[in-house]
């Protein structure tokens, strides 16, 4: 079997001490296919280097909600000359997290939007984090179409919100959180049609039971497809297929 991890951060600096170790586990255990996600300019720009030196992993370039103080014109600037490195398959992670930053709502939505249109000039799809903000979500993807479409990452499973990201042409991607005791993923899953659900970790964070608490990697993808496979009544095998062809898709790899 072959996994695609549609988003990690292999640029955190919980992997600066076996960083090469990790990414020879991970391609030795299946996943021959990885996003390196970046948050903000620094990170992004780790996220290209770590792809530019490794053919199986590709990169994405954005500023992400948490990450508002790193927005200035300049970064944006640089941001979308980064953007242009052929290993960057996506603009994100961006969008709006009003969980963790109650007070400059309005700062985000501005970035989110300024970081569609530098998608569409890029003619890259985009990776949305979205916390306590569906339907601002939503309104700004109506109203700022993108082109190239993109990705729920860490989907929150909420009906809603799925609804109307599949309307709209997205992808949704799933997490360890969706094999947490107190989840209840079965309808969010249910509601995915097969052709746009991708996998991912958001290692190191969002570690899958039965190793909750520990640094996540992409070895632990594998645990994700089988929770999936399980509530859509359909082999692994085929769930890994799918999420690893929907991947390459999304991304043009
Ligand atoms: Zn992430």
Request: with cysteine.
């Amino acid at each position: 079997m072959e996994f695609f991890d549609s988003h990690a951060h292999y640029n955190d600096e919980r992997y600066d001490e076996d960083r090469e170790i990790i990414l020879r586990e991970i391609y030795a255990s299946g996943v021959t296919n990885a996003v390196c996600v970046g948050y903000n300019f620094k990170k992004s720009e780790l996220a290209v280097k770590i792809a530019q030196s490794h053919d199986f992993i590709y990169a994405t370039c954005g500023i992400s909600p948490n990450d508002i103080e790193d927005f200035s014109e300049e970064n944006l600037k640089k941001m979308e000359r980064l953007a242009q490195n052929k290993k960057v398959v996506a603009i994100g992670e961006i969008g709006l997290d009003y969980y963790w930053n109650k007070d400059n709502q309005n700062l985000q939505k501005e970035i989110f939007i300024q970081q569609i249109q530098m998608a569409n000039r890029q003619n890259k799809p985009i990776v949305i984090h979205t916390r306590d903000a569906v339907m601002d979500t939503i309104e700004i993807l109506k109203t700022y179409p993108v082109t190239k479409k993109g990705i729920f990452h860490c989907c929150p499973l909420n009906p809603e919100l799925i609804k109307e990201g599949v309307k709209l042409g997205f992808y949704i991607s799933f997490s360890g959180n969706i094999t947490f005791k107190n989840a209840k993923p079965e309808k969010a899953i249910a509601q995915v049609p097969l052709e746009r659900l991708l996998v991912e970790t958001d290692c190191p964070y969002l570690t899958p039971e039965p190793f909750r608490g520990k640094r996540n990697d992409s070895t632990k993808v594998k645990w994700i497809v089988e929770k999936i496979a399980q509530l859509k009544g359909m082999p692994k095998e085929e769930i890994a297929r799918v999420t690893y062809r929907n991947a390459k898709r999304i991304f043009e790899i």
